[in-house]
């Protein structure tokens, strides 16, 4: 079975503070994606990253990296220098291709974060 | 990235009637198609996966007698709400999964309230 934890339920920094989102998760299988999704009070699910089992290396794109660990079976997503804008539901998702769930994700559970002025 | 319009993005109804919603991928083909229903402050929950061409594949504990799913083209899944009751009041999710990229695109979402 897998899994995807999300262990911060509720995040609230102020402003142009940097925030690391966790995210830990479990398959057996070798061949698998791991994914973070943005959800802003809209409510649409706005897709950030996808990083394969066989690429650990680290990404940055602007304010956002992303840490990928396969020992630790980590996949955490730093926000550098927050903004309001940045203020959502951010959930961290895993796929794997093999088996019967295609396409299936499995999400965690949701990490709110509020970032004040 | 792949763009997936969700219709209508909000519908109120009355007790009894039937809702259906609407899932489209504009720029691309979808042969998989999820459906999702998210309580506030909660994950997603997955109902069903809807395969073009096929019945839809639903999760345990879903109605399939109550949330009807057609995927009659390679762009387009509804879902259809049946004698909707107040209970049924969610926020519903489709995504499209482009075979090529393994990335699901969702849509805008759908809030319905059931009075």
């Known amino acids: 079975a897998q899994k995807v934890t999300q262990a911060q339920t509720e995040i609230s920094v102020v402003e142009k503070e940097d925030v690391t989102l966790d995210c830990v998760y479990e398959?057996?299988?070798?061949?698998?994606?791991l994914f973070w999704y943005k959800q802003p009070p809209s409510g649409e699910l706005v897709f950030l990253i996808r990083?394969?089992?066989?690429?650990?290396q680290n990404e940055i794109s602007g304010r956002y990296s992303w840490n990928f660990q396969k020992s630790t079976s980590s996949f955490n997503f730093t926000i550098t220098a927050s903004q309001v804008v940045d203020s959502a539901v951010y959930f961290c998702a895993l796929y794997s291709p093999g088996g019967t769930s295609y396409g299936k994700l499995t999400f965690g559970q949701g990490t709110i974060l509020t970032v004040h002025p | 990235g792949a763009v997936v319009s969700q219709h209508p993005s909000w519908v109120i109804c009355k007790s009894g009637t039937s809702v259906k919603i609407e899932c489209r991928s504009l720029?691309?083909?979808?042969?998989?198609m999820f459906w999702y229903r998210q309580f506030p402050k909660q994950s997603l929950m997955l109902m069903a996966t809807?395969?073009?061409?096929?019945?839809?594949?639903?999760e345990q504990g879903v109605e399939k007698d109550k949330f009807l799913i057609n995927h009659a083209s390679l762009t387009l899944s509804t879902l259809t709400v049946t004698s909707a009751h107040p209970e049924d009041s969610s926020f519903y999710i489709c995504?499209?999964?482009?075979?090529?990229?393994?990335?699901?695109?969702f849509g805008a979402g759908t809030r319905l309230s059931v009075l």
């Open positions: 990083r394969n089992s066989f690429d650990e």
């Open positions: 995504s499209a999964f482009p075979l090529a990229k393994n990335i699901q695109y």
């Open positions: 809807s395969n073009e061409g096929s019945k839809a594949t639903y």
């Open positions: 720029d691309f083909q979808a042969t998989t």
């Open positions: 398959t057996r299988d070798t061949t698998y994606y």
